[in-house]
């Protein structure tokens, strides 16, 4: 999320879309492999607590399945 977020306001070139956001959060939590439902609610759940909004609406604009 972290890594997102700089992205998003560093201005340096395109932040990560949400195919490589997936891929990064599996490489940490490898028993989620290919499970984009986790990390759709990771993202969500986040979100919902107010915190990290800015990816939040990227990985929804990005074209991540968010409610």
Do not use: C, Q
């Not at 599996?26 to 607590?49: A, C, G, P, Q």
Request: glycine fraction near 8%.
């Amino acid at each position: 999320m972290g890594r997102v977020h700089n992205e998003l306001h560093e201005g340096k070139g395109k932040p990560m879309n949400y195919h490589e956001f997936e891929k990064a959060l599996w490489e940490i939590v490898s028993s989620k492999d290919r499970d984009y439902h986790f990390v759709e609610d990771v993202v969500s759940t986040l979100n919902e607590e107010g915190r990290w909004t800015d990816v939040y609406e990227y990985m929804k604009k990005s074209g991540m399945n968010l409610d």
